[in-house]
Structures are given as structure tokens and as C-alpha cells.
């Protein structure tokens, strides 16, 4: 099993409309994830963290935590052809020092 | 403030050549990872490196070797290199565990 995995996409949404992005992981004492965004020929980009059960807002973007299910995802409200990017979800296990990515959501936004 | 630094950018290798792949970081970062990215992957974990003086496996470790030469240094060795290599290589540093890891450019290596 992976440690870390995202619905495999692509995705593509209209300008405007709102863009869902989920990831499962497999260590249930993980306590920190984040969101990177990757534009093509680029390095990834943190654009989001979050360490809490619940829900964090940034912007259009909003990060969400369920520790109990495992699951971590991402909203891209009003989404513009700028947020064309793969998407990629991180994690940082408990029981080492390591940081493992998911295989990434490609993400069209449509004008 | 240059932040994780690799070199090279760009190299081709022939089947069986070796090479080192360098990473530095001025951020004085405890943590350093080395990635692959390959299409349709996202990025694998190489070798980690928790602090200086240690070094993990992560997930695709075969083929390579790694040495956390400083705090600032981490390198990736390919002793003899195979097509299977081709990829881009990130390196990247983590202040600890729960925090930001910054990113270099990335080394696009193509093995013919």
C-alpha cells in the first residue's frame, strides 16, 4: 500500500467553478500535510499546510483534515486558468523523518 | 538568499557511466531528501536524510547511493548509470518534520 495516494485525475473544471482534490494516507500518527502545486518544467510550490482536524482557508483555497478517515483534500474555489497545475499531496509520516508525495492531480481549468 | 541549490541542470549519460548529482542548501535545514519524477509518479522518495550524519532509503533507493557530505550538502550517486534512470531528480530541505521543504530546480538526466 502507499503511504500516500490522490484520486488520479486529470481534472478539468470551468473557469469560475470550484475544483476538488482528495488524498488518502496510510499512517494513521501522521501529523502534518501539505499541499504543493506544480506548474510544468517547474519545481513544486507549497501552497497549503495543515496540521489539524478540520478546515483551513488561504485565498480561494481551502485544505481539509479528517484524521479519523485518513483523508486529506483540497478546494480550489472560482478557479482560473492560472491554477492549471498538477497538484501534489504530501505528507510527513510519524514514524520517521521523511516526506512522501502522491502521484499528483493534473488539473485543467477551462476558460 | 538562494535557498536549495542542484547541479547540473540538464546531463546525458551512456549506459553504465557514473555521476553525482549536488545538492546544497543555505537555509541551515536539518532534513534533505533526494526525488524522482517520472510521468504519471509524482515524486518517490530516493534516500532521506533526517540530520547531518545519517542517511535512509526511501522508496526507490536501487541504483543509487547518497552521501550527506555537511549540514548544507546532500548528493545522490549513480554508479553505473541504466535507462531505467531517466527521470528529473529534485532535492529538497526540511527545517523538521512539520514544515515547509523547499525545493531546487530539479536535474533533468536522460540515459541513453
Known amino acids: 500500500q502507499k503511504e500516500v495516494e490522490q484520486n488520479s485525475g486529470p481534472l478539468s473544471v470551468p473557469e469560475g467553478a470550484i475544483a476538488s482534490l482528495n488524498c488518502t494516507y496510510s499512517?494513521?500518527?501522521?501529523?502534518?500535510f501539505f499541499w504543493y502545486r506544480q506548474y510544468s518544467g517547474k519545481s513544486p510550490e507549497l501552497i497549503m499546510f495543515i496540521y489539524s482536524n478540520g478546515d483551513k482557508e488561504d485565498g480561494r483555497f481551502t485544505a481539509q483534515l479528517n484524521k479519523a478517515s485518513q483523508y486529506v483534500s483540497l478546494l480550489i474555489r472560482d478557479s482560473q486558468p492560472s491554477d492549471s497545475a498538477t497538484y501534489l499531496c504530501?505528507?510527513?509520516?510519524?514514524?520517521?523523518?521523511?516526506?512522501?508525495f502522491g502521484a499528483g492531480t493534473t488539473v485543467t481549468v477551462r476558460a | 538568499n538562494a535557498g536549495v541549490t542542484q547541479t547540473p541542470k540538464f546531463q546525458v549519460l551512456k549506459t553504465g557511466q557514473s555521476m553525482t548529482l549536488q545538492c546544497a542548501q543555505d537555509?541551515?535545514?536539518?532534513?534533505m531528501y533526494w526525488y524522482r519524477q517520472d510521468p504519471g509518479m509524482g515524486l518517490r522518495l530516493i534516500y532521506y536524510s533526517a540530520s547531518e550524519g545519517t542517511t535512509d532509503k526511501g522508496e526507490v533507493p536501487n541504483g543509487y547511493n547518497v552521501s550527506r557530505l555537511n549540514k548544507r550538502e546532500f548528493s545522490l550517486r549513480l554508479e553505473s548509470a541504466a535507462p531505467s534512470q531517466t527521470s528529473v531528480y529534485f532535492c529538497a530541505s526540511q527545517e523538521l518534520g512539520n514544515t515547509e521543504a523547499f525545493f531546487g530546480q530539479g536535474t533533468r538526466l536522460t540515459v541513453v
Open positions: 504530501a505528507v510527513n509520516p510519524a514514524r520517521d523523518y521523511k516526506l512522501s
Open positions: 537555509m541551515n535545514h536539518n532534513s
Open positions: 499512517d494513521r500518527g501522521s501529523q502534518s
